[in-house]
């Protein structure tokens, strides 16, 4: 049984060595094909015509790190000043951020007032803010890449607002 295996093995291999033929139509158009046509004649290869590939593995990948992960950014507020008191009945002041080194094109900087984005991304380190409400807050400046990733954030900085009372003054009880 196996010799029978064996020699139709043999059989098929040796069948399977495709040959090329080569015919010109009566266009004069030449064709090429692994089977035979009327007048067509076979064309022998030459070993040094059939493609060899070689793949050289890199024995080493040398990895660079990105710009963006190898720089340490410093983001700093100054001003307000830590603690400081703002006075403004309509809530609006006014936030100056430093950042060191500057930052790539693409990045932007949020503000966040107790944890929530209070102004819209931007590439400015001077942000306006108005309506916000009394009492004490704190601030951090993050500066994002497009795909939301944080590159840096600056250390809160603790302001107070103060606004006028809506009451008035207060009035004694002797008059």
Do not use: C
């Not at 493609?51 to 720089?71: C, G, H, Q």
């Not at 983001?75 to 080194?101: C, H, K, L, M, Y």
């Amino acid at each position: 049984m196996r010799l029978i295996i064996l020699i139709s093995l043999l059989l098929l291999s040796a069948q399977s060595v495709a040959a090329v033929y080569r015919w010109v139509d009566e266009n004069g158009k030449v064709h090429y094909s692994d089977e035979q046509k009327n007048n067509a004649e076979a064309v022998e290869l030459n070993e040094n015509t059939q493609n060899n590939m070689t793949i050289n593995t890199p024995t080493k990948i040398n990895v660079t790190p990105t710009t963006e992960a190898s720089i340490n950014y410093t983001i700093s507020i100054t001003s307000p000043q830590e603690e400081a008191t703002v006075r403004d009945n309509n809530g609006a002041f006014t936030v100056s951020v430093s950042v060191s080194p500057q930052l790539p094109r693409g990045v932007l900087m949020t503000l966040l007032v107790d944890g929530v984005i209070t102004a819209p991304a931007q590439v400015s380190n001077i942000f306006q803010l108005t309506g916000i409400n009394r009492g004490e807050h704190s601030l951090v400046v993050n500066a994002v890449t497009q795909s939301g990733k944080v590159l840096a954030s600056s250390s809160p900085r603790k302001i107070f607002l103060h606004q006028a009372s809506v009451f008035g003054p207060a009035k004694s009880l002797n008059n």
